[in-house]
């Protein structure tokens, strides 16, 4: 499988802020990364697929001027939060798509984003 | 949106028994994958049924998938503390590689 990282693993933000969260796939070549969002004790809610040298796709309701994700290159996505507040915190979990009929997902550790 | 429920939502048991989680979806799928996530980590992935499998085992792990009612389960036998986590079922459609995810089963393993 594919071992993913991000940084930084937790971030503490001014409201008002931008916060920028990287994902790494350190051993695959990743042409599709996804983005996910978890609020305390619920599940993962997907984001937006970030697809490598075009746009991201974001799911319905999440706002793409808020979250402006980059995926430059086969090993490097990155998240940005712009004008973060209270209510972004949350856990932000990127994934890598290893492809194949099975899509096999492989997910980093994850980001702890508080906004005060 | 979220495709899956589960059930239960929290399940406690004693080291040894054995622990099932269910999961349901609503629409056609490509496959389905089952993940567990310790509390505030990364998923780790655990099993992957496409949609033309019915069972698969990968250690004391047993998925099932009945694509007529739509339901998975994940079985875990003889449990251990160590399996104290959430478990998560994931469908996923591959034209797109997204996953959805369901809600979560909490399972608590007590020693």
């Known amino acids: 499988g594919a071992v993913v990282s991000q940084h930084p693993s937790w971030v503490i933000c001014k409201s008002g802020t931008s916060v920028k969260i990287e994902c790494r796939s350190l051993?695959?070549?990743?042409?599709?990364m996804f983005w996910y969002r978890q609020f305390p004790k619920q599940s993962l809610m997907l984001m937006a697929t970030?697809?490598?040298?075009?746009?991201?796709?974001?799911e319905q309701g999440v706002e793409k001027d808020k979250f402006l994700i980059n995926h430059a290159s086969l090993t490097l996505s990155t998240l940005t939060v712009t004008s973060a507040h209270p209510e972004d915190s949350s856990f932000y979990i990127c994934?890598?798509?290893?492809?194949?009929?099975?899509?096999?997902?492989?997910f980093g550790p994850g980001t702890r984003l508080t906004v005060l | 949106s979220q495709q899956g429920e589960e059930d239960p939502q929290a399940l406690s048991i004693q080291e040894g028994e054995n622990a099932t989680m269910n999961c349901s979806y609503k629409?056609?799928?490509?496959?389905l994958q089952w993940y567990r996530q310790n509390s505030g980590r990364g998923l780790v992935h655990l099993i992957l049924?496409?949609?033309?499998?019915r069972e698969k085992h990968s250690g004391r792990l047993r998925v099932t998938l009945d694509t007529s009612k739509k339901s998975s389960s994940l079985l875990i036998t003889a449990s251990r503390a160590a399996d104290t986590a959430s478990y998560f079922c994931?469908?996923?459609?591959?034209?797109?590689?997204?996953?959805?995810f369901g809600q979560g089963t909490t399972l608590q393993v007590k020693p």
């Open positions: 994934s890598v798509n290893t492809g194949g009929m099975g899509n096999e997902q492989f």
């Open positions: 051993d695959f070549q990743a042409t599709t």
């Open positions: 970030s697809n490598e040298g075009s746009k991201a796709t974001y």
């Open positions: 629409t056609s799928i490509n496959n």
């Open positions: 049924i496409r949609s033309n499998e």
């Open positions: 994931a469908t996923g459609y591959s034209n797109t590689g997204k996953l959805i």
